[in-house]
């Protein structure tokens, strides 16, 4: 699982203290280490007890969690029964919410993935809803559910690609997405979080694909100021080393740094900025060369990059999250 929220890699060296964050950004106090889990498709309850089990013990404070729409609302809008298992589809996510909560650990929902009675087109199962007040009705429905257990939800995943869309890339769709889920959501739990989908990243300016910052831009425009509390993003380093500086043509970790720029030109500075995916790949040295879209380092530049990156960010991104394990005495 990628680390979210920021890293940490366990029995490391211990990082230095943080700079105390700036209040007039949100959601920037918040410890920082968590990682994402798909538990919903581990059969097994004693593996997904072991999973929670060592994220607590690595030290991870927080879990986002995959809630597919599709797995809960079926076989038709309002009803929530698995025909082919004979059970209610809440069942395994009231579990894990519940294991969460024995953990000690802090949860966000990642929710996406449209049932199929949703959409009329059947070949894009990651597309949005034909209609998103039905979105909007299971946010209010899950939201509801679990006020006071799972405060945090991420709204849908890396819009900006095609096939997390309708095949090509809509900012004015997803900003209409966002602005029915942050009132649903709201409505159920007005101290929830809405956190935006984050943003692959890319270099590409259409037509299946567009890059995070042009995305975020166009999003801006079509109103997305307000309609979330927090901004996810995605930090991969590649092969570049954490200090290497963001350029629009270069994919590495700094690129957030972009990202930041088009939230204070369009105003909105004040909201704080979470890192839903982070690192580097010490990919095999028997891996296709192809296959290695996120390109490769050595062990040690992953351990000594991974390190440097979670520092780098604490000294230069008050905006970001801070740890409050490791703060000045």
Known sequence: SAPLLGSCIPGSVEPPPLPAPSRAVQATDASPWGTNTFLHKEVEAWKRDQTLTMIKGAGFVWIKQQFPWEEIEQPRKGQFFDVKYLQGTWDKFDELVRLADVSGLKMIARVDRPPAWARLDKTRPQGPP???????????????????????????????????????????????????????????????????????????????????????????????????????????????????????????????????????????GGTGVWFNEYGWNASPKDMPREELIWQRVTDRQQADWTVEGVEYARRNWPWAGRSEEHTSE
């Open 130 to 268: 034909d209609n998103l007040n039905d979105f909007g009705d299971f946010l209010f429905l899950l939201a509801s559910r679990y006020k006071g257990r799972v405060n945090h939800f991420q709204v849908w995943n890396e819009p900006n690609l095609g096939e997390e869309w309708t095949g090509k890339p809509d900012p004015v769709g997803y900003t209409a997405m966002l602005k029915v889920a942050y009132r649903r959501i709201k409505e159920a739990n007005p101290q929830a979080s809405v956190l935006a989908a984050p943003l692959a990243m890319n270099v590409e300016l259409g037509p299946i694909h567009l890059n995070e910052m042009d995305f975020l831009d166009q999003m801006y425009l079509a109103g997305a100021k307000g309609t979330f509390d927090i901004l996810s993003a995605n930090a991969y380093g590649m092969d570049r080393a954490p200090t290497d500086p963001p350029s629009r043509q270069t994919l590495n970790f700094r690129r957030v740094e972009l990202l930041r720029a088009v939230m204070e030109k369009h105003g909105d």
